[in-house]
């Protein structure tokens, strides 16, 4: 929810935490270094918290919070998500680190391959016919396999490209329908 709301936003990343974990909260997002971290690039922090106990959270909210989680494919925890403001991930950090400092090292190569998915993206666009398609998997394949099908709009103009759908994404359109619909 709150990744599509920023959508209309100019906020470059939304950081999703699913679910919520004490640890890592009070060691790791809690600490100055990562406020400062957060803020030098703009993060948008969501937290989905799954409760233990039984009625501390109304169950509409815990059924949107499982949809979520069924969405993106979280099946372990914690799990932080790196998203564009339209709820496309782009990284994944499951588990917490020791320090504050190990974890923005995590944040910092996560935002490399947001970096490289950019930068191969843009060099796509001059580009015609079986080159632009070629750049364009590339791009794509900067991502780890699980996130690709987020990409909805890449895939989109590759599986335009390749119609005969050689690289097979049209089956991972297919699949994002699929996760969309829950």
């Known amino acids: 929810y709150l ?3 920023c959508a209309s936003f100019p906020v470059p990343d939304v950081l999703e935490e699913v679910p919520g ?5 009070k060691n790791i997002f809690d600490t100055d270094a990562f406020a400062k971290y957060a803020a030098d690039h703009q993060f948008v922090l969501l937290e989905l918290d799954f409760p233990k106990a039984a009625g501390k959270m109304p169950p509409e909210q815990l ?13 372990s925890f914690p799990s932080v998500l790196l998203m564009e403001g339209n709820g496309a ?3 994944k950090i499951v588990g917490a680190t020791r320090t504050p400092e190990e974890y923005l090292k995590k944040l910092e190569a996560a935002g490399e391959t947001r970096r490289k998915l950019k930068e191969t993206v843009a060099a796509a666009q001059p580009l ?11 791009a794509l394949n900067v ?8 990409q909805k709009g890449l895939i989109a ?13 049209a089956k991972k359109s ?9």
């Open 174 to 182: 297919e699949k994002a329908a699929a996760m969309e619909k829950g």
């Open 89 to 91: 991930p782009y990284a």
């Open 3 to 5: 990744a599509r709301r």
């Open 143 to 150: 991502l780890p396999e699980d996130l690709q099908p987020f």
């Open 21 to 25: 974990c004490i640890y890592l909260r």
């Open 63 to 75: 059924k949107f919070h499982e949809e979520l989680m069924r969405r993106y494919g979280v099946s």
């Open 157 to 169: 103009e590759i599986s335009a490209l390749d119609p005969e759908d050689r690289y097979g994404f």
């Open 128 to 138: 015609k016919g079986k080159e632009k398609l070629e750049q364009l998997v590339k």
